[in-house]
């Protein structure tokens, strides 16, 4: 677990800083990274299945943030959007880590 623990604090290393289309490509990426170290947390220990039940319901309102920091009539629009994404993004990363670092630490005890 420890491992994707490590991965998901890296992932925080690579956010973008601003809404480019390169910037919206990373954060698809981190998104799908992130989604892989779910799925793969998920399936691997059933004692973190409910509490990574939850990560799954926030994928779609992600999505849905991004593709609108490139589809919204504004630039202010996007630029909220994006923002909006990385928040959002950031803070499930950060609570995953949180909960497998409790299983960890938990485990280890």
Request: net charge negative; no cysteine; proline share 1%.
């Amino acid at each position: 677990m420890q491992v994707y623990y490590d991965k998901l604090t890296a992932l925080l290393d690579t956010f973008p800083t601003h809404n480019s289309q390169r910037g919206i490509d990373q954060l698809s990426k981190i998104l799908s990274e992130y989604k892989s170290i779910l799925d793969v947390v998920n399936k691997t220990n059933d004692d973190l299945k409910g509490n990574t039940n939850m990560h799954y319901s926030e994928l779609d309102d992600i999505k849905f943030d991004i593709k609108q920091s490139q589809l919204a009539k504004s630039q202010k629009q996007k630029d909220e959007s994006f923002n909006e994404a990385i928040n959002h993004l950031r803070d499930d990363i950060n609570s995953l880590a949180s909960i497998i670092k409790f299983h960890v630490q938990s485990v280890q005890k």
